[in-house]
């Protein structure tokens, strides 16, 4: 059975009580923040998309550690800005895009032969592509 609770982003959210679901999401946040961490210093793993992924499985499972995501002095000015709705930097869309077509362009023709996979692929890149394009570019403020 699922309760509503208040996140400090003024937005309802679900918390699981299921002690086996919200351990798995307790863990797959923490290795989504690892990897967003990681994504900091290697040029070829997305940060921002780990980020964001730790902290929707943070709050469906720890209203504490969402909120450390959040207010953490060097991972929160990352994606406050995303989940304020006020998009991304430049350079995080630029590098996203760039992942995502190097990424499905290498599955689309090493990895995948049927060709409707292979255009279901390449639909998926230009759909999010465009959603990438439309958010708001900020400044980043040191």
């Not at 609770?5 to 937005?11: A, D, I, K, L």
Request: hydrophobic share 55%.
């Amino acid at each position: 059975m699922l309760h509503n609770r208040v996140m400090t982003s003024s937005q309802e959210q679900l918390k699981p009580i299921n002690p086996a679901l919200r351990w798995t999401l307790l863990i797959s946040g923490f290795l989504a923040t690892a990897l967003g961490v990681l994504g900091v210093f290697l040029p070829v793993l997305p940060t921002v998309p780990f980020l964001l992924l730790a902290l929707a499985c943070f709050a469906r499972s720890s209203e504490r550690f969402y909120n450390w995501l959040l207010d953490h002095a060097h991972l929160g000015p990352i994606i406050r800005p995303y989940i304020n709705g006020q998009g991304m930097t430049r350079a995080s869309k630029v590098k996203a895009i760039a992942l995502v077509w190097a990424s499905i362009s290498l599955s689309a023709f090493y990895l995948v032969e049927t060709d409707w996979v292979r255009w279901l692929l390449l639909l998926i890149s230009c759909g999010v592509t465009l959603y990438l394009l439309q958010l708001p570019a900020i400044k980043v403020e040191n």
